[in-house]
């Protein structure tokens, strides 16, 4: 599997911009999709995921400090996991994390996208 992460950029504080992750090669493996981050001299952590598995109704989750800003979305027909975030902080700020978890547990990554968000 592999992840390709676009749309990040430099945004004023109260912008918006939407995150896309394209998958391709074995993608009936992956279960769920997720965005991670991770700011500078901090760990990785868990933005929002959702469920992909065929058949499934695409239930979503969201870390405390994005809810009611972001929106995780998919699309199966296209391969491709898009993340809304509006309302951004500086705080925001951070490398923007594609992940997909297959069937067997098996975590892939993208190569990352940066957000940057000015005060």
């Known amino acids: 599997v592999q992840l390709v992460e676009s749309g990040g950029g430099l945004v004023q504080a109260g912008g918006s911009l939407r995150l896309s992750c394209a998958a391709s090669?074995?993608?009936?493996?992956?279960?769920?999709m997720a965005w991670y981050r991770q700011a500078p001299g901090k760990q990785r952590e868990l933005v929002a995921a959702i469920t992909t598995a065929s058949g499934n109704s695409g239930s979503t989750s969201y870390a405390q400090s994005v809810k009611g800003r972001a929106t995780i979305s998919r699309d199966n027909a296209k391969n491709t996991m898009y993340l809304q975030m509006n309302s951004l902080k500086p705080e925001d700020t951070a490398v923007y994390y594609c992940n997909a978890l297959s069937s067997t547990l098996i975590h892939y990554w993208g190569q990352g996208t940066q957000v940057t968000v000015s005060s």
């Open positions: 090669g074995t993608t009936s493996s992956i279960n769920v």
